[in-house]
């Protein structure tokens, strides 16, 4: 990865430019030399990468998706397929005429940046976890991506910071971890609520006087409409940054809400996209005003979901992933299941003024685009549009829904816990026509305890809730 400070400003036609340039090194250097999928793949299909001259050239090769990275029960090895080949002692690269990228003289491969130092798995939150190699080379680019996080949301050394993510192996938790390290901030790096549980990360946060918190939005949303419960003050509370699941502008407005309600003194909200399959994630400068993308480190292409055809700028579609500089685990046009509303879009941003691309709109997931039987025929059940419904209420403390088959018909089972002091009755009054109007399909609604609904979802022991359980035999 490049200095950011050239990265952060540069026209769009020079990125297009150094983006072409590193797809064709990465191709013929990399993934062609000693890369074992795609070299086969290259190979099978009888692919020459030295006709990818550039990024309008991508779609001339076949999509990566996550099920072709899964262990197989006659190849448990399977994931190691997509993980660079160290480099034989002494191997050195064929000499090229022309200047070396940015001018750098290109002195081959570096044996110990191809070697594995840890590794880190995907969410698994709809499939199961895919694993993904970092070698030293990756670890040096997840601290550069967060230190460039971290200066798109104007984090420096003297904010005190409570990261509530769930210590995993994943990069989500330990590229915030080395944010702070690398920017030398206090910070508590509490492991979320499975680790050090609800009541100890607000009383931390209270004990600390932490102006920033970093959490989930679902767990974010618990922690502050419980805060009174457990007896602790956000009045310093200045900024929380908003990660790792769904995140709708309704629930960032819902999140302002509540910080001004326990009293915080002021009510930044910010939010963070992170991508197992990009190794990184990405920060916005302001809500809606798009994810900014590292482009020397990851090439995204928007594509459509069902037939693959690359979308223009702020169309939406699936976020597609191509790895321009790194080892370890490497993709190409991997398929990411994420579903970007706004597109992307290569203008600079109207609010911070960089010109890096940028992810716009939510991020909804594929996998929660259901497939349903009415009564009258297939109904299209959009997941995270529920997800957004529910998230925005203020008198719903926990939910979730089951999808279940009544004879030849679906319904929607929603089982939740009010906030408290909420009429339970009311709330289903009127929520349960407004669910079924807006679905259409039939919809009941049950009340149930908070400890009930908290351990259905996992709220204490997944890296997020899990809100949505389809019964239905297919």
């Known amino acids: 990865m490049q200095a950011w400070n050239k990265i952060s400003r540069m026209p769009a036609p020079a990125i297009k430019k150094m983006q072409d340039e ?4 990465m191709l013929n250097e990399e993934l062609a030399v000693r890369h074992p999928y795609y070299r086969t793949l290259f190979k099978d299909n009888n692919l020459d990468p030295a006709e990818i001259r550039g990024v309008e050239d991508l779609n001339k090769l076949p999509f990566t998706a996550k099920e072709d990275m899964l262990p197989r029960e ?3 090895r399977n994931p190691k397929k997509f993980v660079l080949e160290v480099p034989a002692a002494g191997e050195k690269k064929e000499k090229k005429k022309g200047l070396a990228l940015f001018g750098k003289k290109d002195k081959g491969p570096d044996i110990d940046d191809y070697k594995l130092h840890t590794l880190y798995f995907s969410a698994g939150r709809t499939a199961k976890p895919v694993p993904f190699e970092y070698t030293h080379y990756d670890l040096n680019n997840l601290k550069e991506a967060g230190r460039r996080a971290f200066d798109i949301l104007e984090l420096t050394r003297d904010d005190t910071l409570i990261n509530a993510f769930t210590y995993a ?11 702070t390290i690398d920017i030398g901030s206090t910070a508590l790096q509490t492991g979320g609520g499975k680790v050090l549980g ?12 932490a102006p920033v918190f970093v959490c989930a939005p679902g767990y974010t949303l618990f922690a502050l409409q419980t805060l009174d419960f457990f007896g602790f003050s956000a009045e310093e509370l200045e900024r929380i940054v908003l990660g790792i699941d769904y995140i709708p502008m309704e629930v960032v407005e819902k999140t302002k809400k509540l910080m001004t309600a326990v009293g915080a003194k002021d009510q930044k909200v910010q939010r963070m996209y992170f991508v197992s399959e990009a190794k990184s994630g990405w920060a916005e400068c302001k809500p809606d005003y798009g994810y900014h993308t590292n482009p020397d480190h990851v090439l995204i292409e928007i594509v459509d979901p069902v037939s693959g055809a690359v979308l223009g700028e702020g169309e939406k579609g699936e976020v597609v992933v191509t790895h321009l500089d790194a080892r370890g685990t490497v ?3 991997c398929k990411t299941g994420d579903i970007a509303t706004g597109g992307l879009v290569t203008e600079p941003c109207p609010n911070c003024k960089r010109t890096v691309p940028r992810i716009m709109g939510d991020i909804e997931r594929k996998s929660m685009y259901y497939e349903m039987q009415g009564k009258e025929g297939p109904v299209h059940f959009n997941g995270n549009h529920l997800r957004k419904i529910m998230m925005a209420r203020e008198d719903v403390l926990l939910w979730y829904v089951e999808l279940n088959r ?11 816990k009010g906030v408290s002091g909420t009429d339970e009755a009311a709330l289903i009054n009127s929520l349960e026509p407004e669910l079924q109007n807006e679905f259409k399909l039939p919809v009941t609604i049950e009340t149930s305890t908070l400890d009930a609904v908290a351990n259905k979802i996992g709220l204490e022991k997944y890296i997020t809730e899990q809100v949505i359980f389809d019964n239905r035999n297919h």
């Open 74 to 76: 006659d190849d448990l």
């Open 406 to 416: 009544d004879q030849s018909e679906d319904t929607l089972k929603v089982v939740l």
């Open 331 to 333: 993709l190409l046009r």
């Open 22 to 25: 590193l797809l064709r090194k």
């Open 169 to 179: 192996p994943n990069a989500f938790f330990w590229q915030m971890f080395y944010s």
């Open 198 to 209: 609800m009541e100890k990360i607000l009383k931390a946060m209270d004990n600390l006087e």
